[in-house]
């Protein structure tokens, strides 16, 4: 076979730009794997002498950062879910259930997302502060409970829907709660898969909020747990690796997982963190 | 349209699908934007916060202090240095990787997709911190690659001349998969005939470029360059991990300002003053985008 020198050409520019796109990830699961000290060393090693987990165990015990894991966790699961169900039922009631004022309604909404949420946030926290949620799950969860990014995506895919699908049930008598819980959601499936994905990831990934909300330790997700572990241990490289990892990896290995939903995400709706 | 005939059920129906939803966006986002704009003009500082008794309306006075403070106007220079220099770059390299991966002749694009979009969906802080290793003048990678090349070591976190640039390094790193993703969805609904019609009238690669494939681009730059824009003026979490806005408030952002004087040093209505600056910016872009695509549609 004969290979052109442009097809060469371009196959090196991509494994290079594969390279050094995954460099310093690559680098970060080496180095968490090193002894202390070992990755200040001239030069730099790639790879750890004699791969050790000790970091990880250090991040586990002394450090507690196993509670900021269960946190991160716990709060992406539930912001998920309680979006999903809350934007689920507004995109769907704007997409096809009629009443007056619908679209005008509509376009407000829309109109607000021009907002960037950091505007907000000043005012929020003396919100939640007056009702006793700073330093709460409830302060991170409620906030987040419903979006307006999330129910534009998921009237865009209900609008779609059949009419007549949904005229029928009605005249054999079935409720309007019994239409969206036994017809509309499982139509509505591929769109609350992508809001799903996107929404537990950027919950995941988020720092600000977070940040500004829980002042206690033991609240920490793992971005302000780590920001803050970064600052007290400037010098352990390979400690603040493994802490890396931690943070990293669940949503390197989730968004393998769910590709396509996540970029099908993008695609629509220009979603963006 | 069957939207004009509002039936009593269905619209029974839809204030409870509604209701949920709505008084969460209300109360959590559309109140405090309200009540942000409020603040703007209260001094509203730490002892109002124990006391709000203590709150005075105080007029436009935060917006005069902030004109008066030199560090607004470097957060802001900074700010701007951030979004048009990494902005475009970002936006440069997206399509760099997606005319490659575009290209007919291009295999496993699928695995290259996935690993170029891999660092958009990773979590900023975590990398950050990944980088600010990588940048070490000594044991970082980076300093690494550069000796190899024969190029003397950077300092660079600790130079205040480096500091952005080692900041908008990250964040190309970080996005470019996010725009790439969409520029290839933009390559791929330029028909192919053009394309053909085009090197049958002998076009070369840069002609046939120049004068179809970025003009028919267009709509995916405004957009992304938009999108980029307003995502990168709001930049926070890379200066607060890596540099803490130094050395010499080199990297100190709007976002990071904010955050300080709101809520380091509690002087909530100066830091509403500045996240309303900061949306109006924002507006302001959003605005040249509105601009363009009414000029389309007209």
Not at chain 2, 63 to 91: E, H, K, Q, S
Request: hydrophobic share 55%; aromatic share 12%.
């Amino acid at each position: 076979m004969r290979r052109r020198p442009g097809t060469l050409l371009l196959h090196a520019a991509l494994v290079a730009g594969a390279a050094l796109t995954l460099a310093p990830l690559l680098w970060m699961i080496s180095a968490s794997f090193m002894s202390p000290g070992e990755a200040n060393s001239v030069p730099p090693p790639l790879l750890p002498a004699r791969a050790t987990i000790q970091n990880y165990r250090e991040l586990f015990t002394r450090l507690a950062l196993g509670r900021a894991f269960a946190n991160s966790l716990l709060l992406s699961s539930a912001v998920t879910l309680v979006s999903l169900l809350l934007n689920g039922m507004a995109g769907y009631a704007f997409a096809k259930l009629r009443f007056t004022g619908r679209d005008r309604l509509f376009r407000a909404l829309l109109a607000a997302m021009v907002v960037p949420t950091p505007v907000a946030m000043l005012p929020l926290f003396l919100l939640l502060r007056s009702m006793g949620l700073v330093n709460t799950y409830a302060g991170v969860i409620l906030p987040a409970g419903a979006t307006i990014l999330g129910i534009f995506l998921v009237y865009q895919f209900a609008r779609a829907l059949p009419d007549d699908l949904l005229d029928a049930a009605r005249l054999e008598g079935a409720g309007e709660w019994t239409i969206f819980r036994r017809i509309v959601l499982p139509l509505l499936k591929p769109v609350l898969a992508t809001l799903g994905i996107v929404t537990f990831l950027s919950t995941w990934n988020d720092f600000l909020w977070p940040l500004v909300v829980l002042t206690g330790e033991s609240r920490y997700t793992l971005p302000v747990a780590l920001a803050i572990l970064s600052g007290e241990h400037a010098q352990d490289t390979e400690l603040m690796m493994a802490g890396s990892v931690l943070t990293v990896l669940p949503v390197l290995i989730l968004f393998l997982a769910l590709q396509r939903s996540y970029i099908s995400g993008i695609l629509i709706g220009g979603v963006k963190e | 349209m069957r939207t004009s005939r509002a039936l009593p059920g269905e619209a029974r129906a839809a204030f409870l699908f509604l209701a949920p939803g709505l008084s969460i966006i209300g109360l959590f986002f559309l109140l405090p934007i309200g009540a942000s704009l409020l603040l703007s003009f209260a001094d509203f500082d730490i002892y109002a916060l124990a006391d709000p008794t203590n709150v005075r309306l105080s007029g436009l006075a935060n917006y005069g202090a902030l004109v008066r403070d030199p560090l607004f106007w470097i957060a802001l220079r900074n700010t701007c240095y951030f979004v048009f220099a990494g902005g475009p770059l970002t936006l440069g390299v997206a399509l760099g990787a997606a005319l490659l991966l575009h290209s007919r002749r291009a295999r496993a694009k699928g695995l290259f997709r996935t690993i170029f979009f891999a660092p958009y969906v990773t979590t900023l802080v975590g990398v950050a911190v990944v980088f600010r290793y990588l940048y070490h003048p000594r044991f970082g990678l980076i300093a690494r690659g550069l000796h190899a090349l024969g190029i003397a070591p950077i300092d660079w976190l600790g130079d205040p001349h480096w500091a952005m640039a080692g900041i908008i390094l990250l964040s190309i790193w970080k996005n470019f998969g996010y725009a790439m993703i969409l520029f290839i969805a933009g390559l791929s609904n330029i028909p192919e005939t053009l394309y053909e019609a085009a090197r049958l009238d002998g076009a070369s690669s840069w002609q046939i470029f120049r004068r179809i494939t970025v003009p028919l681009l267009a709509p995916t730059f405004l957009f992304l360059g938009v999108i980029t824009a307003i995502g990168y003026f709001q930049f926070f979490a890379e200066p607060y991990v890596m540099t803490s806005g130094g050395p010499l408030n080199a990297t100190l952002s709007m976002g990071l300002l904010m955050y300080k004087q709101g809520f380091r040093w509690w002087n909530m209505g100066y830091a509403a003053a500045i996240s309303f600056v900061l949306f109006l910016i924002i507006l302001a872009v959003s605005l040249v985008q509105f601009g363009f695509a009414g000029r389309k549609d007209a």
